[in-house]
């Protein structure tokens, strides 16, 4: 009765998907709004290319993973899903899906894990394949979808199927912190328990085995042979939505109502009379509530850069929503003029725009007058040190532009950043980002000298760099000069 489960549970996992079509789903998409995409994003215009991805063993030996990418054809950043197959399952299994959610404003990604399938493209044998090294595909897959340039790394969800859907609940847990969401179809939670019901000891377990079509290798039954699933995925801390049938005669529902009590914010969908696999309707069903799931998830970061004033905490706002205005912030001897959209306060920041992106607003101050006139001899200026540059009033005046800067590729994924001295100064703040508005992993380093190195950088991201030099007055407030032109390089090392 065991190995009749067993391998009903992977041939349902390795058809499971065949029943959803592409039809009628495919049409509701472009006539469907989503906050923040525009009507030419939903338009249906979508491209689908193929993409590898490297996966690095502990060996130093690689496999090449391989995948199809769907994506809107208009340019832009978007929030992404990665679909993962079930056993003996490929990409082609999610095809319906990934070309609705790239309808829909996504970018989606369906891959072929190593040795997971008889049709398989990706590198790999399926006697070397077990659920940790689908793990291991999944990880690589997501640091590699997360960094491409129309990804946003922010906002990438999860989804898998069957034995796709335990590899990623268990990758969500040890990867929390980049994944927005996790989309489960009726996971085979129960792999472990069936696997242990099977046999009495590992001792009993044949080094390879022709499990429905599959040849699998030991290494398969003792990766979970003491797999404690339920205390693994439970560390994931964010929203789940899981999808279950409650005819599965494979994997019970009982295995989803226990995941969704383990979980800290889950909820479980039940389709009265299916099974492990879902009609067409049902299927329509699942992929929109899994639109409108990771619609209501997908926010953007709006932080403020208060140029010496008090801080202010950055904003996680839903995309197509508005940022609140926060408290003026405070800084001593100026007044608050305003939020600016900008770090050259061209254009006001509105807080009833709407907002679609990743976004840093500016502080913009105006230094109060003296209220009553020095009687004292002005402070000599402290140029020894750089501490501060006065005027004839006793006034901290603003450093120069910073000029002459330079960037090249040094050692690996690092820059050498170098610029012209400026003249009385206290010291210098290098910005560097993924974008010319320095808004996508921006990272600020202050310096004393006119160089820097800049360590730990994505190999092949296109990097911007910008410097600006500042004083100091008696009270310790910095008094920045104009950044200089933001330089643009590619990281090749």
């Not at 079930?86 to 894990?113: I, K, P, S």
């Not at 793990?135 to 997501?142: H, N, P, Y």
């Not at 404690?228 to 989803?256: M, R, T």
């Not at 069903?285 to 202010?312: C, D, H, L, P, W």
Request: aromatic content about 10%; hydrophobic content about 35%.
């Amino acid at each position: 009765m065991i190995r009749k489960k067993l391998i009903a549970w992977c041939l349902a996992a390795g058809m499971v998907f065949s029943a959803v079509p592409g039809s009628g789903v495919l049409e509701a998409a472009a006539s469907e709004s989503l906050p923040g995409i525009s009507a030419q994003q939903l338009s249906g215009e979508i491209e689908v290319r193929e993409e590898h991805v490297l996966r690095e063993n502990s060996d130093g030996s690689e496999n090449d993973i391989y995948g199809k990418l769907y994506a809107p054809k208009e340019e832009g950043k978007y929030p992404a899903i990665i679909l993962s197959h079930g056993y003996n399952g490929t990409n082609n299994d999610w095809v319906n899906e990934c070309t609705y959610y790239a309808q829909n404003g996504y970018v989606a990604y369906a891959f072929d894990f190593c040795g997971g399938s008889n049709a398989s493209k990706s590198e790999g044998r399926s006697t070397d394949m077990t659920v940790g090294t689908e793990v291991a595909d999944l990880i690589a897959v997501l640091e590699h979808i997360s960094d491409l340039e129309n990804v946003d790394e922010k906002n990438v969800f999860l989804m898998g199927g069957s034995q796709g859907g335990l590899v990623t609940a268990l990758t969500a847990a040890e990867q929390s912190e980049k994944v927005s969401g996790v989309l489960l179809y009726f996971p085979a939670l129960c792999i472990h328990d069936d696997w242990v019901k099977k046999y009495k000891s590992l001792e009993e377990v044949p080094e390879t085995q022709d499990f429905w079509g599959l040849q699998l290798g030991k290494g398969f039954v003792e990766y979970i042979w003491d797999l404690d699933v339920f205390s693994l995925i439970g560390e994931y801390d964010k929203d789940v939505l899981i999808f279950h049938g409650d005819q599965d005669a494979i994997v019970p529902l009982s295995y989803s109502e226990r995941a969704k009590e383990i979980y800290d914010s889950a909820e479980l969908i039940v389709y009265p009379g299916e099974g492990h696999g879902f009609t067409p309707d049902t299927g329509k069903k699942a992929m929109q509530s899994i639109k409108e799931f990771m619609g209501e998830r997908v926010a953007y970061e709006v932080s403020f850069e208060t140029n010496g004033g008090g801080k202010v905490k950055s904003q996680s706002v839903k995309r197509g929503k508005k940022a609140k205005k926060p408290v003026t912030p405070d800084r001593e001897g100026y007044t608050f003029v305003g939020w600016y959209a900008d770090a050259g306060f061209e254009k006001e920041f509105s807080f009833d725009s709407k907002i679609t992106e990743h976004t840093t607003v500016y502080a913009k101050w105006e230094k109060k007058p003296e209220e009553t006139p020095k009687v004292t001899t002005p402070a000599t200026p402290e140029t020894s040190d750089g501490a501060r540059q006065e005027n004839a009033a006793g006034n901290v005046t603003a450093p120069q532009k910073t000029g002459g800067v330079s960037v090249k590729n040094n050692k690996k994924k690092s820059l050498q950043v170098k610029w012209k001295k400026v003249s009385n100064v206290k010291g210098y703040e290098v910005q560097y980002a993924y974008d010319s508005k320095f808004t996508k992993n921006r990272k600020t380093k202050k310096v004393q000298t006119n160089s820097v190195t800049l360590k730990k950088l994505k190999k092949g991201k296109i990097c911007y760099v910008r410097v600006r030099a500042y004083r100091q007055d008696a009270s310790g407030n910095k008094i920045y000069g104009d950044w200089s032109k933001a330089k643009k390089i590619k990281i090749k090392k």
